[in-house]
């Protein structure tokens, strides 16, 4: 089976800080993979490589064949790779409604602008009852279901998160986690960066483990889960 989306030797520095010291990735279609490890391993640079928002010093990002290693940010956006907006950096004077709105506007040619919105109205029912209502006055986990939701009205053949649990309480974290499984089931393929580095294994299909900009183990996210060495270094065990 080939790699939907493939990372060929990527390197990115900034100055002499080598944050991504030549990796390799593969993103199977219809899969969840992740990326776990610590602070300032190089997981956000990966991400921002990958959506073309910092210059790669080496290396290959391809997806379905087409090469996206010197392609615009915007571009990359257009193609199908699209990364959940960090923070959950919500535009908080707009409606939940508009934001999702504006997720959608790098789309070419018409949709269904009523049936999709309803179809992330039914994902996340919170945001159906405060479609009115301004973004800054959600909570963080809600926000962060409407960065998720205004990601995907961008239609994504590959959708990227950078810790999406960062700062929320343990069972919004499983809430979120539980709607990727369930988007994931849908057909789509993740991405999913994270420090969480236990719920991350849990929900995915392949996972690599990330350390000073070296990719250092991977597997399936149960064969990591069992791992001494991993149980030993994120899993507290
Ligand atoms: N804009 C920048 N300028 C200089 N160095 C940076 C910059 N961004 C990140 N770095 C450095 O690059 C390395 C990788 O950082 P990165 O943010 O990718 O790590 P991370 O795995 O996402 O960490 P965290 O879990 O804290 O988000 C670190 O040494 C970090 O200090
Ligand atoms: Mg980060």
Do not use: C, W
């Not at 080939?2 to 800080?17: D, M, P, T």
């Not at 961008?154 to 988007?183: H, N």
């Not at 993740?190 to 990330?210: P, T, W």
């Amino acid at each position: 089976m080939s790699a939907l989306l493939q990372v060929r030797g990527l390197k990115v520095a900034y100055g002499h800080i080598q944050a991504v010291r030549g990796i390799d990735l593969e993103l199977h279609e219809g899969q969840i993979t992740t990326l776990v490890g610590a602070n300032g391993a190089g997981k956000s640079t990966t991400l921002l490589a990958l959506s073309g928002l910092v210059k790669k010093a080496a290396g290959q990002v391809t997806l379905g064949g087409q090469d996206l290693s010197r392609m615009a940010p915007h571009k990359i956006v257009a193609s199908g790779v699209v990364q959940v907006a960090e923070g959950r950096a919500t535009l908080t004077t707009l409606t939940v409604q508009e934001n999702l709105e504006l997720g959608a506007y790098t789309r070419q040619g018409r949709y269904n602008r009523a049936q999709e919105l309803d179809a992330i109205y039914t994902l996340f029912p919170v945001l159906r009852e405060r479609a009115s209502g301004l973004a800054g006055n959600l909570s963080g986990g809600e926000q962060q279901m409407l960065a998720i939701g205004r990601a995907l009205m961008a239609k994504p053949r590959v959708l990227l998160l950078d810790e999406p649990s960062m700062g929320l309480a343990p069972l919004v974290v499983q809430g979120i986690f539980r709607t990727l499984r369930e988007i994931n089931q849908a057909g789509l393929t993740i991405f999913l960066v994270e420090q969480n580095v236990r719920q991350a294994l849990k929900i995915a299909d392949r996972a690599y483990v990330i350390e000073t900009g070296s990719i250092v183990l991977s597997g399936t996210g149960r064969e990591l889960l069992v791992n001494p060495k991993v149980q030993e270094a994120y899993l507290g065990s």
